[in-house]
């Protein structure tokens, strides 16, 4: 049988892999060698290995987790595909997050820092029909999009005629599970079993306006949060956005977004 195998060098360049590679695959269990020589510690290999061997490095280079690879190796034709159509979607996504930094770099490489024009005023109280999420920070579109879509159709069958723009509520950290609300205000003394009511108080605010993609609007909470402790005001939850142009209304360079953070004067 060992005639049959190959050493682990000969492998290697079989599979145009290093040495360093294969040691590193079965260590962390990923591919075994058939055979270890209990004497030298040599390790052997069977020619028929290439095939996973070569997917293993295929996967590594497109950054797949060790975990993963295992996973898909382990499963039939039809688990793999759904191991690596998962993995595509978390690729997908993390370059549409990376196409936003991008376009973010050059905003700020172009102009500097956006100046946004940060005023203080006060918000009248406001009771908001609201429906609530959990949800990473990354997946605050998808969660937003889904209270939406949860949201309208409801007040819709209730017959609430609900008062533009459209809110959605934030806490002031972003944390790694956090909670997050959107809301539409309906007319005064409108209500409907199965809709949950917010009452947002009245009082001081900051706030500001961003004109552009909601992947930009980091900046605008940058200059918005600056100009806040800046002035020695303490902030207040939760954070909130109202979408005065939305994306229905004009291309996503001409959207509009007021950010309010509710404040409390200092006492220290």
């Not at 005639?3 to 290697?12: K, S």
């Not at 800046?230 to 939305?246: D, K, M, S, T």
Request: proline share 9%; net charge negative.
């Amino acid at each position: 049988m060992q005639d049959e195998l190959l050493t682990i060098g000969r492998f290697a360049r079989l599979c145009r892999l290093s040495v360093k590679q294969l040691r590193h695959y079965d260590e962390t269990g990923l591919l075994a060698p058939v055979r270890v020589d209990a004497g030298s510690g040599y390790r052997y290999y069977a020619p028929e290995q290439a095939r996973d061997a070569l997917t293993i490095a295929l996967l590594r280079e497109m950054d797949l987790p060790l975990a993963v690879i295992a996973q898909a190796l382990a499963a039939d034709p039809e688990s793999r595909a759904q191991i690596l159509r998962a993995e595509r979607d978390r690729l997908a996504e993390r370059i549409s997050r990376d196409r936003a930094r991008l376009e973010m770099l050059e905003r700020l490489a172009a102009g500097g820092l956006p100046g946004y024009e940060v005023t203080m005023g006060r918000e009248p109280e406001r009771r908001l029909a609201v429906v609530r999420a959990v949800c990473a920070p990354a997946e605050i579109g998808e969660k937003f999009e889904e209270c939406v879509g949860r949201l309208l159709p409801a007040l819709g069958d209730a017959g609430i005629t609900w008062e533009p723009p459209l809110w959605a509520l934030y806490p002031l950290d972003l944390e790694e599970r956090m909670e997050i609300a959107v809301g539409a205000q309906p007319p005064k003394g409108a209500g409907t079993p199965g809709l949950e009511f917010e009452v947002l108080p009245g009082g001081p605010v900051a706030e500001t306006v961003h004109i552009g993609p909601y992947a930009q609007l980091p900046l605008a909470y940058n200059a918005l949060f600056a100009a806040v402790h800046e002035r020695g005001l303490r902030p207040q939850a939760p954070v909130r956005e109202a979408y005065l142009v939305g994306p229905a209304e004009a291309p996503r360079e001409e959207l509009m977004t007021r950010l309010i953070i509710p404040i409390q004067e200092s006492t220290a």
